[in-house]
């Protein structure tokens, strides 16, 4: 398993874990990205990660994908 920041820009990849306090994980839940979940990262600008994710373009902080393990 790696974290999201190490996958590559316009690869689909699954969703095996999110980390994080209950909050953050409720949080990235909200936002779509749930275990089981394809997730595509459509680029990484200045600290941010945009992503594709339930066919939404959703853009998180570095630190937040690192807690998400693909």
């Known amino acids: 398993m790696l974290p999201l920041t190490f996958a590559d820009v316009g690869e689909s990849n699954i969703i095996k874990r999110?980390?994080?306090?209950?909050?953050?994980?409720?949080?990235?839940?909200?936002?779509g990205f749930v275990v089981g979940g394809e997730v595509k990262v459509i680029s990484m600008v200045g600290g941010n990660v945009i992503v594709n994710v339930k066919e939404t373009r959703v853009a998180i902080s570095e630190e937040m994908a690192k807690k998400i393990m693909i």
């Open 18 to 31: 999110i980390g994080g306090k209950p909050e953050v994980k409720k949080h990235l839940e909200n936002l």
